[in-house]
């Protein structure tokens, strides 16, 4: 059955419109017929005119992390590694500090000597996020990232929680670079790509991009929340195409949704470079899902996670799927291996994998023949919409959350004007920040910006005494997140730093920032 039909043109047509979102490139894939080409691309690549095509090339952003899995596995059957001494021979349950041993050190030495290279394929090593602590002066390349780690709080024990984590896949990239002796674009291009002839997929913007032969996909941001007041009103904004080489496998890659129906393909049929053992290493489950992350009312059951992979079922039937995002782009590879189907797509909108989403599953419910009104393709923008004012409400009472014991009114003032706390302040895990004076309709607050890979704006406003609430907007995503801040008066009366909440996923983690100037 032809995928691509008039009603789903119909259907894109409408998506694209409401979620402010310029084009969108699909791939899909069944037993031995591919659909892409003609047909299968909608909208702009580009504005105001630029046609968005399969030939388009996007960030497939950490799509890329099932790419980089796929490389670990075929480097640790090869015999440059199986010919090893036991000592040097690695598995994926070698420890990280056996391969990288000078630059994989965290703040715990117990965690650090145990975590392994699954581990951190697997997002279980207790490490959050921590997303603006890198692309910055001295944490510029993968090594840089990687050797930072020891600067950065842990926050869950190894093992006892998924926990999503781009920093240790870097850590995972960086380690293949160290025992290949390789970039990691010249590993997946001899291991992956020119196997399966991929010859429009990249290692990010550093490559010679054949531009030529390939447009590049223009990202944008919408500049307000979809489903919250003003949207009417709102604008798309362009977001330059960021270098992200030093992110590497985590999600650097970019490609066009023609070369991901020969990735698809050669993960269905496993007879490429991958063999059947493989994949089903790849996509062994290592890892249960919070009930919380993003995509659960997509799936049935137990969502767990893989080796660059997310696993659950659908309807019944086994689903892998990985969605990425950076500033300006976003991508969802979902593959059903019983059925021998998959669908790729790549857009240029903030947000891409969730909001493109019901497109992709009104393709697989066509596929499984699921009658309309059990469709969840048909509500899963409602359920995105709710999911966005949920997470609206809760920012509004997390400033109770964040302090539940302040008065309703200024006891204490600061202890200095509010000029005395500008300046720069550093911390060893997140650089410098500059705070400067500003001003809005609240009154005059702390403002910084703080420019990194995945980059952030603050604001802070006293609280009462030296204590203040932040709020945080992050990639160029209009949403906001509330935060605490402390600052330090020395014996001279002299503002000596901030300790502040910087990682979202530890509201009570303080961080200390030390005034440099």
């Excluded at 997946?188 to 290692?203: A, C, Q």
């Excluded at 995105?384 to 003032?413: C, F, T, W």
């Excluded at 801040?485 to 910087?502: L, N, Q, T, W």
Aim: glycine share 8%; hydrophobic share 35%.
């Amino acid at each position: 059955m032809v995928p691509f039909t008039p009603d789903f043109d119909e259907i894109v047509a409408k998506t694209l419109k409401k979620w402010h979102t310029p084009g969108i490139a699909f791939s899909v894939v069944h037993n031995d017929e591919t659909w892409s080409k003609q047909g299968t691309a909608y909208g702009l690549a580009r504005l105001p005119a630029e046609p968005a095509a399969t030939s388009t090339l996007y960030y497939v952003c950490s799509t890329t992390k099932a790419i980089l899995c796929a490389a670990w596995a075929i480097y640790l059957a090869s015999p440059a590694n199986i010919g090893s001494n036991g000592s040097r021979r690695i598995t994926w349950s070698t420890p990280m500090v056996d391969i990288i041993r000078d630059d994989f050190v965290l703040q715990d030495a117990t965690t650090t000597n145990a975590i392994t290279l699954e581990d951190c394929v697997s997002h279980r090593t207790g490490m959050p996020r921590h997303e603006v602590s890198y692309g910055r002066p001295g944490v510029e390349t993968s090594r840089d990232i990687v050797r930072n780690l020891r600067n950065l709080p842990l926050h869950n024990t190894l093992r006892t929680q998924f926990e999503y984590c781009n920093t240790v896949y870097v850590a995972a990239s960086h380690a293949l670079e160290f025992v290949t002796g390789s970039s990691n674009a010249a590993t997946f291009r001899k291991y992956l790509w020119d196997p399966l002839e991929m010859h429009e997929t990249y290692g990010g913007m550093t490559e010679n991009l054949d531009t030529e032969r390939n447009t590049v996909a223009t990202g944008y941001t919408f500049s307000h929340i979809p489903g919250a007041q003003g949207e009417a009103n709102g604008e798309l904004r362009e977001e330059p195409n960021k270098d992200l080489e030093a992110i590497s496998g985590a999600g650097y890659v970019m490609s066009t949704a023609d070369d991901y129906a020969k990735w698809m393909r050669c993960l269905l049929d496993g007879n490429g470079p991958l063999s059947l053992d493989m994949i089903k290493e790849l996509w062994t489950p290592r890892t249960i899902v919070p009930d919380d992350e993003e995509q659960r009312e997509h799936f049935d059951g137990i969502i767990c996670y893989c080796l660059g992979w997310f696993k659950a079922t659908y309807r019944g039937q086994e689903v892998v799927w990985h969605p990425g995002g950076v500033t300006g782009a976003g991508s969802c590879v979902i593959l059903l291996p019983k059925q021998k189907w998959g669908v790729t797509f790549f857009a240029n909108i903030m947000g891409a994998s969730a909001l493109m989403s019901s497109l992709a599953f009104w393709l697989i419910d066509d596929m499984l023949g699921t009658p309309t009104d059990e469709r969840k393709s048909a509500y899963l923008d409602e359920q995105y919409v709710n999911a966005l004012k949920k997470e609206r409400d809760a920012v509004s009472k997390q400033p109770l959350k964040l302090y539940p014991d302040v008065p309703g009114r200024h006891i204490s003032p600061l202890s200095l004007p509010l000029e005395s706390y500008a300046g720069t302040y550093q911390n060893a895990g997140y650089g410098s920040i500059t705070f400067v004076i500003k001003t809005d309709p609240e009154g005059a607050h702390l403002y910084v910006e703080v420019c990194r890979t995945f980059g952030a704006e603050y604001i802070f406003r006293p609280v009462n005494g030296e204590h203040w609430l932040g709020k945080r907007w992050v990639s160029g995503w209009p949403a906001q997140g509330a935060l605490r801040a402390r600052s330090k008066i020395g014996a001279d009366g002299k503002v000596k730093g901030f300790e502040i909440a910087m990682e979202p996923e530890m509201p009570d983690t303080m961080m200390w920032f030390a005034l440099t100037e």
